[in-house]
């Protein structure tokens, strides 16, 4: 009985001793196998540059666009614009400097564009206007990546703002003297304006100071007769009342002098 019990027990040993050993094995566990690749992924989107088709809409100080520096106001609502990007017209095509791209959920962008350059704050561009100031403007337009700008019907159009005023001053074919412009004014136009971004108005100041067109240097300033004129041209507040103001001399006598 003592020998097989020995004998017993010297098995159990031996198979707890393999089953530790096995179990503190410091072998390397064989990777698995590799996770198969997606069959079928999204591919990347592809970034969409804006593009804007324009025209002009009237003939002014600018009659094309040749490397035309414009500015174009960015918003994500009709009523508020928070950006204002720099682009360039040439012909009838814009484009942005830097580019400038549709957003990929094809969320929409609300654009205005303006020229000349001026000081933005709160949603208005202001300008001092000095008879050669030239103000163009568009309306506002939405587009988005399934609506894209450069694929709708309306092109985006810009509109002079300002009335072009041409002033010649000489003497009728039946008056044989000589005179000689000592001053030409111009009165009713504001100098100051404000394009609101909202709503695409142009508004102006209420003063409206005098706009000198020709003041003589000399006592005998410019010479006025039936072959030699003046000829001026201004971009003054459209729909308003203007005052023009003229002083022809003769002989240097203000008493002779013509005032209309």
């Known amino acids: 009985m003592t020998k097989i019990r020995d004998i ?5 040993a031996i198979g707890s001793f393999s089953v530790l050993s096995c179990c503190k094995s410091d072998d390397p566990v064989p990777p698995g196998p590799p996770t198969p690749p997606d069959p079928d992924p999204d591919p990347p989107v592809a970034a969409v540059p804006i593009r804007l088709h324009t025209q002009l809409m009237s003939r002014s100080i600018i009659e094309s666009f040749d490397s035309t520096a414009l500015y174009i106001a960015k ?30 959920d094809s969320s929409e962008v609300y654009l205005t564009g303006y020229y000349p350059k001026g000081t933005v704050k709160d949603g208005l561009v202001e300008y001092h206007l000095d ?12 587009g988005s990546l399934m ?8 092109l985006f159009s810009f509109s002079h703002q300002l009335s072009l005023l041409k002033i010649t001053v000489r003497l009728a074919e039946n008056r044989p003297e000589t005179y000689y412009l000592k001053f030409a004014g111009l009165e009713g136009s504001s100098r100051e304006a404000w394009l609101e971004l909202s709503s695409g108005e142009l508004l102006f100041g209420t003063e409206a100071p005098k706009l000198v067109l020709y003041e003589a240097e000399t006592e005998t300033g ?12 201004l971009l003054v507040q459209p729909r308003t009342e203007l005052t023009v103001d003229i002083v022809l001399t003769r002989d240097n006598n203000p008493e002779h002098d013509l005032s209309y």
């Open 222 to 233: 410019m010479e006025i007769s039936t072959e030699s004129t003046f000829n001026s041209s």
């Open 8 to 12: 017993l027990l010297y098995v159990v």
């Open 131 to 142: 008879g050669e100031t030239d103000i163009i403007t568009t309306m506002a337009q939405s």
């Open 75 to 104: 918003g994500n609502s009709p009523a508020q614009y928070d950006e204002i990007w720099e682009a360039v017209a040439t012909g009838h095509e814009i484009r942005f400097v830097p580019e400038r791209y549709y957003p990929a």
């Open 147 to 154: 609506n894209p700008f450069d694929r709708q019907d309306s």
